[in-house]
């Protein structure tokens, strides 16, 4: 790959674009770190948000609020530097980042998630209940299929943020492919100029993000204009808006 | 555990100038960055709403570009690489107004395209037929029905990229984040420092849209009739 790469560009720029792909592994690998450990959490937060107890839904509410208002920058820093220096220790920063993607993404998510679910019909809910079903299974079997498609679409889409705000880790020293990029920009050789490296990672955050970006909007689209999974037979429709008049 | 010690800058007569400055600079930036951006927004909007081929595909083509890579490349880009380029000198300032105007001009323009589609096709055809030029129609009609629609997801925009400017700190503009990073590098109180930072990020953020929802409410007061 490196060799193939010298041979096709010539000497520095063929190391140059191999060692900012080497890099572009960390980016992905910490983003699906993010994506990961902010689903599960946005996930907890959700079922918490829909919870009977009252107490339950303001703390995710609060978690949510709290989270959405924080730089990601700030989160970095508390995590890589600050609370290291509290405790007197050293953090990976794998951990620092990984973390700190965590909680972001995990409000982001959180809150998408919850608009899905709450924009299932109350009726839904209702007619589950009414025929029987506990309160996890209306969830699991009824509503949780409507919201996943309304939430597909904006989830794909949060993930460029996700791999866009990546690029804040190598503040904390997370060799990534800002982290390696910076470098070369830096570095007195020619051929890596910054007008030359910055836009290339430009255009490599741009071929991971872009595909992304498209295939959100096709989610959107298809998911407007073809037919709800609920509203197979004819008549479903209907009873879903008497039901909602109801109980609102 | 080491214990706070939160005093060594909040009894800092410098620090809390340097933080207040800092502030300052953040709010100004911020908003320099929203009004040129959203300048630039209604004109890449407009190309695109008008349907000239090439510049609709140009405006295109620079709205995903900026909105699929990161800002912090953007900024290096505009801050090392174009004065590089092109041989000019500007303040860390400058630099930094003009990639969060570049910004935030791409995410305003998505927005903006998005509500000139939820005008209803009716007002286009009804301002026509009472007699308005196409470009009478826009302005006086599409833009600010657009903008009234709109505003909400501006200004969750334009909070969230309020929250991304810390990184103009990176290329030596004196911001919030500088200030914090400056006074880290004397006191050695990560901790302390940047909870205060956070706050004080989280209350600008607030206090933003506290504004511009008061705002919304003076300009378009049949929105929020109940």
Redesign the interface.
Known sequence: MKELLISILGKPEGIVVFQLLAATQYTLYLSLIAFVGGGITAALLTLARIAPARSVRALSAAYIWLFQ???????L??LG???P????TDIDPWWAAGIALTLFTSAYLGEVWRGAVEAVPMGQWEAARALGLGFMRTFRVVVLPQAVRLALAPTVGFM?QII??T??AY?IGFHDL?NI??RW?NAPVDGT???????L??FI??AI??PL?RLAIWLERRGRSGPRATDDDGSSPSVTRSLNVQAS | ??E?RFFEIYRNADYLALLAEGMGFSFGLTLGGAVFGLAFALLLSVTRHIRTPMLGLASAAYT??I????????L??VA???P??LGYQWPFWGHALLALTLNFSAYFAEILRAGYRAVPSGQHEAARSLGLRPAHVFCLITLPQAIATMYPSLTSQFIFLF??T??VS?IGARDL?YA?VFI?SRT????????T??AL??LM??SFKGLLTLLHRRLCPWLHIR
């Open positions: 208002s924080v730089p990601l920058l700030m989160l820093f508390l530097l600050g609370i220096r509290l405790f007197s460029v866009k705000g690029s804040l503040i800002m990029g910076k920009a100029e910054p007008f030359i490296i910055f836009p990672m430009a955050y741009f993000c872009f970006s | 555990m080491d706070l995903d570009f909105r699929n890579t990161p800002l912090i490349v953007q290096f880009f090392f690489g174009l590089l380029l929250l991304t810390g990184v990176e984040t914090g880290d050695f109180r990560s901790f302390e420092v940047f909870l930072l956070t990020y989280m953020a607030l």
